[in-house]
T-cell receptor, first 115, second 112 residues
């Protein structure tokens, strides 16, 4: 079975500062995908960043980057130059590399960006 | 905007009733998944449909059922509603070539 753990229920960061959200996962699979999704108060889940497990290079999307440590089964999200619009719930998710498979989500981290 | 829509936005039902939630996927997305998100929790996988057939199911009882239609719309049906069914229900669609799921805004179901 796959499990995803987010150990930080709530975090806050000053506007323009950098914050790192933690995620660990447990799996016996060798090929899989990892994701960070953002869920603002409007509720719509939006993809922030995606990492393929076979890629050693950490994914980057503008101000968002990940630190993927496959051996440690760790997948943290770094948000640089935090903006007020980054305030949201952030979910880490895992998916096996099988077409049509389900996502496993963590319990989420509530991030507040303080002006 | 993800191109995935859900209706209704909010719904209030009483225990024992039945409910149908609807989702309209992106055109060309032939895989749709449904998730239940209880307050303060991450989404939990209910089931998935591919080309109008269920091809994966999470730990949910048979009173949770679904349908997928050729026009990229789908339904989640829940019978004999229980208080614990109160949650946000999300649908997510995915195309054949992608591993990314596109989520709808969800339906907030309250069971009294």
């Amino acid at each position: 079975a796959q499990t995803v753990t987010q150990s930080q229920p709530e975090m806050s960061v000053q506007e323009a500062e950098t914050v790192t959200l933690s995620c660990t996962y447990d799996t016996s699979e060798s090929n899989y995908y990892l994701f960070w999704y953002k869920q603002p108060p409007s509720r719509q889940m939006i993809l922030v960043i995606r990492q393929e497990a076979y890629k050693q290079q950490n994914a980057t999307e503008n101000r968002f980057s990940v630190n993927f440590q496959k051996a440690a089964k760790s997948f943290s999200l770094k948000i640089s130059d935090s903006q007020l619009g980054d305030t949201a719930m952030y979910f880490c998710a895992f998916m096996k590399q099988v077409t049509g498979n389900q996502f496993y989500f963590g319990t989420g981290t509530s991030l507040t960006v303080i002006p | 905007e993800t191109g995935v829509t859900q209706s209704p936005t909010h719904l209030i039902k009483t225990r024992g009733q039945q409910v149908t939630l609807r989702c309209s996927s992106q055109s060309g997305h032939n895989t749709v998944s449904w998730y239940q998100q209880a307050l303060g929790q991450g989404p939990q996988f209910i089931f998935q449909y591919y080309r109008e057939e269920e091809n994966g199911r999470g730990n949910f009882p048979p009173r949770f059922s679904g349908l997928q239609f050729p026009n990229y719309s789908s339904e989640l049906n829940v019978n004999a509603l229980e208080l614990d069914d109160s949650a946000l229900y999300l649908c997510a669609s995915r195309g054949m070539s992608g591993n990314e799921q596109f989520f709808g805004p969800g339906t907030r179901l309250t069971v009294l």
